[in-house]
T-cell receptor, first 110, second 114 residues
Framework: GQQLNQSPQSMFIQEGEDVSMNCTSS?????WLWYKQDPGEGPVLLIA?????ELTSNGRLTAQFGITRKDSFLNISASIPSDVGIYFC??????????FGTGTRLQVFP | NAGVTQTPKFQVLKTGQSMTLQCAQD?????MYWYRQDPGMGLRLIYY???????DKGEVPNGYNVSRLNKREFSLRLESAAPSQTSVYFC?????????????FGSGTQLSVL
């Protein structure tokens, strides 16, 4: 089955730094979602995007729905230790089931 | 309000053994899902149930069976476990079937098959 490619696979950054990650697909999506998974827990929705070019923020997190509808981006500003976890993108075409990305593992050092 | 509850949290099986992973939600959601998470692979859908009494295959259903016991509960069964089924399993639920942004996940079951 199709999967979404996320990059980078992992990031090791210092507290206070900004983070950028992206997700790409060979297919067009109507919805892009970003989830965060804390260690030992299930994913939790961070941001949902529904329109090409849409830019949405949730606190220090900002996500964008790519113009081509084949990609999406997530930025975290001024990272803190609790940002540690795995970030997943997910895309949906029409009423198809969600397709998840391969994940970006983020480690933040104080 | 517990949300989505999965049991057990951890399980070790020998090849060929069977077991059932339990999932219950208390949010009166209609649809429920089972995913597996493997390193570098993201989350892959095993089976889902759009409503009580219905079940459908997802992307990777081979080796699994499911039962939607009632609106609250959706179990995943491994009849004859194989090492390739070593994974972290997540149950999820949502109110409808098309508004995927409302997907709520359980905390996962870590399964090792030796």
């Amino acid at each position: 089955g199709q999967q979404l490619n996320q990059s980078p696979q992992s990031m090791f950054i210092q507290e206070g730094e900004d983070v950028s990650m992206n997700c790409t697909s060979s297919s067009i999506f109507n919805t892009w979602l970003w989830y965060k998974q804390d260690p030992g827990e299930g994913p939790v929705l961070l941001i949902a995007l529904y329109k090409a070019g849409e830019l949405t923020s949730n606190g220090r997190l900002t996500a964008q729905f790519g113009i081509t509808r084949k990609d999406s981006f997530l930025n975290i500003s001024a990272s803190i230790p609790s940002d540690v976890g795995i970030y997943f993108c997910a895309g949906q075409r029409n009423t198809d089931k969600l397709i998840f990305g391969t994940g970006t593992r983020l480690q933040v050092f104080p | 309000n517990a949300g989505v509850t999965q049991t057990p949290k951890f399980q070790v099986l020998k090849t060929g053994q069977s077991m059932t992973l339990q999932c219950a939600q208390d949010m009166n959601h209609n649809s429920m899902y089972w995913y597996r998470q493997d390193p570098g692979m993201g989350l892959r859908l095993i089976y889902y149930s759009a409503s009580e009494g219905t079940t459908d295959k997802g992307e990777v259903p081979n080796g699994y069976n499911v039962s939607r016991l009632n609106k609250r509960e959706f179990s995943l069964r491994l009849e004859s476990a194989a090492p390739s089924q070593t994974s972290v399993y997540f149950c999820a639920s949502m109110k409808g079937t098309t508004t995927n942004e409302k997907l709520f996940f359980g905390s996962g079951t870590q399964l090792s098959v030796l």
